[in-house]
Every structure is written in structure tokens, then in C-alpha cells.
């Protein structure tokens, strides 16, 4: 399956900063990638899909002028959390799908965001 | 409305018993169903993914079972070990895009010498 990985794994900013996170496809060509968040004992939430060469498509309720999505490349994709504030304080994940047909979606091991 | 449930909430258990989790869904047009392994602090980890003509689906000591008609699907764990402890997620796709995915809000399992 495909391995990916996430940078930074923590990170602690002020609020009103900016926050970027990596999301990398190390052994496989993504087009798509996913972003989601998880708040603590809660299930994991469909921010957007990330599209290499394209727009993002995000769920409703996601502020894509909050949380800018870049898809440069076939492996990274990139989520910007912007001005960021406490409530934005999740765990961040990405995951990109498995070859068409093999119903696979593999995870990043995530991101830890805690604005003060 | 697609939901997934699962049950119990958390669970403790003593290494080397059994346990079994449940998953029950009412999503539609329903597609495959995955359970996943979350350790603390870490991705999801795919353990078993299973259409609606499979019925069970085994990998190492994690058995899952799937009754398309009832929409319940169970995950059980045979003589578990300090490392199973995470947390289970039930998750099921929808048919005109497996992409799209509908989460449970897991199982929390805790193992203990």
C-alpha cells in the first residue's frame, strides 16, 4: 500500500499565525488527496479533497479562505490553516487513495495543531 | 441518513482474552465496509476491507463479519495483546464514489496485563 507521511507531526503556534502542513505520497502518484480533522473523541471529519493541478473541493462548513489547500505535485499536497484560532486545535490527517478499483484509502499518521 | 454507529463506546479487556466490536450503518447505496486501527496520536490503519458478497475476512487475529442484510458488521479480536490497545473504527463507502466515507466514532480498547 501506499506510504504516506505528514510534517510536521506537532505544532504549536500563536494565535493569528499561519500554519502550514505537508502531506506527502512517498511511494505512490496521488492526483487525489484528502484532508480531514479529528477534535478529541470524535470521529474523523471530510475537510476537502485536494486536487493536483486544480482547486480543492471542500465539504460544507469548511472556510476555504481559512484552510487553503495546494496540490503542486503528484506526492505533496499542502493545507494552510490560516489566522489560526484555538478552536482550529485538532489533529489534522491526510490520506490518499489506493489504485482505482482497490477501494483503499491510506493514511498519514497526522498532525497535531494546538493554537494558544 | 448515512450513519455509522459503533459499540460499545470503550472497552477494557485483560491480555490474552477475546473481545468483539459491532458496527452497525444505515448508509446507502453502501459500497465496502472497512474497519481501521487508530493508535493514539497516529492514522487510521487499514485491517479488513469487505464488500456486500463477502461475508468474513480475517487478518492475523482481527476477524470481521458482515451481514449486508442486517447492516451490522463485527470485529472480533482473538487472544489480545497489550498492542491492541486503540482505537476501532467502523467505516463504510458509498457505492457511486468509494472515496466518500462515512465514520464511526470508534471503539476505544484498552488491554491490560
Known amino acids: 500500500g501506499a506510504v504516506v507521511s505528514q510534517h510536521p507531526s506537532w505544532v504549536i503556534c500563536k494565535s493569528g499565525t499561519s500554519v502550514k502542513i505537508e502531506c506527502r505520497s512517498l511511494d505512490f ?21 485536494s486536487n493536483e493541478g486544480s482547486k480543492a473541493t471542500y465539504e460544507q462548513g469548511v472556510e476555504k479562505d481559512k484552510f487553503l489547500i495546494n496540490h503542486a505535485s503528484l506526492t505533496l499536497s499542502t493545507l494552510t490553516v490560516t489566522s489560526a484560532h484555538p478552536e482550529d486545535s485538532s489533529f489534522y490527517i ?16 497526522g498532525t497535531r495543531l494546538t493554537v494558544l | 441518513k448515512n450513519q455509522v ?3 460499545p463506546q470503550s472497552l477494557i479487556i485483560l491480555e490474552g482474552k477475546n473481545c468483539t466490536l459491532q458496527c452497525n450503518y444505515t448508509v446507502s447505496p453502501f459500497s465496502n465496509l472497512r474497519w481501521y486501527k487508530q493508535d493514539t496520536g497516529r492514522g ?10 463477502e461475508n468474513t475476512k480475517s487478518n492475523g487475529r482481527y476477524t470481521a463479519t458482515l451481514d449486508a442484510d442486517t447492516k451490522q458488521s463485527s470485529l472480533h479480536i ?5 498492542s491492541d490497545s486503540a482505537s ?4 463504510v463507502s458509498l ?19
Open chain 1, 29 to 49: 502518484q496521488a492526483t487525489t488527496m484528502f484532508w480531514y480533522r479529528q477534535f478529541p473523541k470524535q470521529s474523523l471529519m471530510l475537510m476537502a479533497t
Open chain 1, 94 to 109: 491526510c490520506s490518499v487513495p489506493g489504485l482505482a478499483g482497490a477501494r483503499e484509502q491510506f493514511f498519514g499518521p
Open chain 2, 5 to 7: 454507529e459503533q459499540s
Open chain 2, 44 to 53: 487510521p490503519v487499514s485491517l479488513t476491507i469487505m464488500t456486500f458478497s
Open chain 2, 78 to 82: 482473538t487472544a489480545s495483546q497489550l
Open chain 2, 88 to 91: 476501532y473504527i467502523c467505516v
Open chain 2, 95 to 113: 457505492s457511486y464514489n468509494t472515496d466518500k466515507l462515512i465514520f464511526g466514532t470508534g471503539t476505544r480498547l484498552q488491554v491490560f496485563p
